[in-house]
């Protein structure tokens, strides 16, 4: 529905021809010049995060990238196209600056670690995902570009993501076909939202779920629910990894 290539054509100079600063305002970023999409309270806005790893071995799935994820990707992006890095490279400098930026990247790791997934990937601890063992992931959303309601991170909720005409098109074009380029991966869906967009495509077989990691918490810190759900499904989960991996 929203292809990346056009996209990032399209925005390619409006992100060289931004200031150089330390932190962009939400007025710059959430300005109509990278607003692809708005509908009463919501709007969809461009950020360079398309770039997908098809060797990877695990996709870790959020709701929709927020405000510091795209702030730091348009940062990196910006950089990548002054130095005259092409559409995948600054995309996929883009994407692995922003991934799960801030204090939930943090808590990810911890987590995923406690299901010793670092283990079935051969890794001393999953931060090196996030650097020397990048390679083996991918990272993307249920909604690939931020979508922010009245201005503010969405949080799959008020409106309820699948019940948004828009939002279910994208789940059933866009991400399905991006899970599809990384056969190999075992997809966790970050928190009950994600893990509901996942039943979606596994109920309507587009996505198998024997690769689907289903119960896994959210990691922002605002989830106050997140460590007894991880505790309650923890052995589960675990379980889980070591099937697919060893399978």
Known sequence: MFTGAELFERFADCVKALPQCDRYSQSVLQGDQFRVYASGSFAIYYAPLDY?????????????????QMESAYQEARRALLEGAHRDEDCRRAKSRASFAGPMRRNLIQTLNYI??????GLGTCAELFGSASAQLHTTSALRYPVFVDGKNYSGHRPELLRVPIFREIIHTD????????????VIPLGSCVNAV??????????????????FPHPSGLNGHRIAQFSARRLEMSSAVKEWFFR
């Open 175 to 186: 991400l399905q076909e991006e899970l599809a380029q990384v056969p190999d991966a075992l």
């Open 198 to 215: 996942v039943e979606e495509l596994v109920s309507n077989s587009m996505l198998e779920r024997r690769r689907c990691l289903i119960g």
């Open 116 to 121: 010793d997934l670092h283990e079935a990937l």
């Open 52 to 68: 997908i790893n098809p060797e990877a071995k695990v996709v870790l799935l959020g709701i929709t990238p927020g405000w510091t």
